[in-house]
């Protein structure tokens, strides 16, 4: 059950890159959203739209140099971006945990897994020797990896993908965090594993009571997970709305034209998908209109005027001058 009072309230958010040639990269522009104890948020859009770079700062693991951070990130009454270093440190894994994106660069390489699932013990449950060693093998267990306690001496590349991903997620939930960030843990995943991980995170999340961000560009496991919904383009969010919402009635062209480039089992057989046109680099300055103006089947002349607010309508958010009408289905 979630409550009224948000855990994470992230206000503003921006985050910009420097360049020592070119101008200067906007990542992520003024974004804002908020997470419930128990609710599970997800944040969606193809790559290079700022998704993982608002984890990352969310996180406090963005590179101090060339880079600048603005707005606001409450966890609880602090906020993370003020926080000093050893502070941040003891919230990062103990309160707040993430699942990175690729296990096989995320973990040592040359260290045994169970030193890296007990280094985290460690460090925020103060355990030591055979009780680290126990509480890790049981962690691994929790998390469905098989002869756990053999496991813990092994090297990431004894292990399969899908169990040096579920040896990730033992590691987040080591602490038992209040907030949990996966940022595309299905990457590079077989069809079957990546839905045993699905499942494993929903389990984990309803016995916990943990609140979930989901980071992805696969509208199949927002629709299997997530209670709301952030689809973010070149930076920005453009729509936000309840799971159900969005799918049943998406508003902004962005969010129905990833709908409509995902198969469908209702289609007939050989009815053709209906991509998004362009590449996600054919970008306008969100300063000079909407950045989806050149791919968008559904721009006006003002799209290019300026930047579209981001307005509250009835049960969601949207940055759009012409969306779609409630009426209009996604091409099947």
């Not at 309230?9 to 003024?30: E, I, M, N, Q, W």
């Not at 045994?112 to 049981?138: C, F, M, N, W, Y």
């Not at 306690?149 to 090297?155: A, D, G, M, S, V």
């Not at 054919?282 to 000079?288: F, I, M, Q």
Request: glycine fraction near 8%; charge should be neutral.
């Amino acid at each position: 059950m979630t409550t009224t009072e948000p855990l994470l309230d992230v206000r503003d958010l921006s985050v910009t890159f420097a360049r020592k040639s070119g101008p200067t990269v906007h990542a992520v522009d003024g974004v804002s959203f908020t997470v419930r104890p128990g609710e599970t948020v997800g944040l969606v859009g193809e790559s290079g739209s700022g998704k993982s770079v608002t984890s990352l700062a969310v996180m406090g693991l963005l590179p101090r140099r060339g880079v600048r951070v603005g707005g606001q990130v409450l966890f609880d009454t602090d906020d993370l971006l003020t926080l000093p270093r050893d502070r941040m440190r003891d919230i990062r894994g103990r309160d707040i945990a993430m699942v990175f994106q690729d296990p096989m660069s995320s973990l040592n390489p040359v260290v045994p897994i169970g030193v890296q699932v007990t280094e985290v013990l460690e460090r925020h449950q103060r355990l030591r020797g055979d009780k680290a060693s126990a509480a890790a093998a049981e962690l691994l267990s929790r998390v469905g990896i098989p002869d756990p306690t053999r496991r813990l001496k092994e090297y990431p590349h004894q292990l399969s993908g899908g169990m040096r991903q579920r040896a990730l997620i033992a590691m987040a939930l080591a602490c038992q965090p209040r907030l949990l960030i996966a940022d595309e843990p299905t990457t590079a995943l077989d069809v079957t594993i990546q839905a045993q991980i699905i499942e494993l995170l929903k389990e984990l999340v309803q016995d916990t009571g943990a609140a979930l961000v989901m980071i992805t560009h696969d509208l199949g496991i927002v629709a299997g997970l997530c209670d709301t919904v952030h689809v973010m383009y070149s930076g920005r969010i453009v729509e936000s709305a309840g799971r159900r919402e969005l799918f049943a009635e998406p508003r902004h062209p962005y969010t129905g034209g990833l709908l409509a480039s995902v198969p469908r089992l209702d289609a007939p057989r050989g009815a053709p998908l209906h991509p998004i046109p362009g590449s996600p680099t054919d970008v306008l300055r969100w300063e000079r209109g909407c950045a989806f103006a050149p791919r968008c089947p559904n721009r006006l002349d003002a799209c290019t005027d300026g930047p579209p607010p981001l307005e509250t309508l009835p049960g969601r958010r949207l940055r759009c001058l012409n969306p779609l009408s409630e009426t209009e289905e996604v091409p099947a």
